[in-house]
């Protein structure tokens, strides 16, 4: 199995990009760096592959479990080196979920079967990175 991505050129730093589902993004530098301010950009998209990656398998456990979660979000944060290129030394993964029934327990067991055995982004950015995961849970 392989995943095909098709990047093209639009104008100045703007890209875009196809998924293997059909879908596409727009890719952008900021202005500091002569672009347009009118995409994503390439270091913040490895981190919503993560997250995206890792709530998936959440997701599913999570019906999978028949849990009452009411919502749930993941926030990345990517930490650069100060050397050219920047790159990623330490990312932090923060899992939030809400509702009036959290099974704390059950919840846990589903992020670290994601972060330990199903999300292969998170194995990825391992090899590169610090990766540090930290779960909150709100009851509503």
Not at 12 to 29: H, L
Not at 90 to 108: A, Q, R, S
Not at 116 to 134: H, I, L, P, S, W
Request: proline share 4%; charged share 25%.
């Amino acid at each position: 199995m392989s995943h095909k991505v098709t990047t093209t050129w639009i104008e100045n730093m703007q890209f875009e990009s196809t998924n293997p589902s059909g879908g596409t993004i727009r890719i952008d530098a900021g202005p500091e760096n002569g672009g347009d301010n009118k995409g994503l950009r390439p270091k913040a998209l490895m981190l919503s592959a993560l997250a995206g990656c890792s709530g998936l398998d959440i997701a599913h456990l999570i019906k999978k479990m028949r849990l009452e979660v009411s919502n749930f979000k993941i926030e990345t944060d990517g930490l650069l080196t100060d050397t050219d290129p920047a790159t990623y030394h330490t990312v932090i993964v923060d899992y939030h979920f809400y509702g009036p029934n959290l099974d704390e327990g059950k919840l846990k067991r589903a992020v670290d079967l994601s972060i330990e055995k199903y999300c292969g982004v998170m194995d990825m950015f391992r090899e590169f990175a610090d990766v540090q995961t930290n779960i909150y849970y709100h009851k509503e």
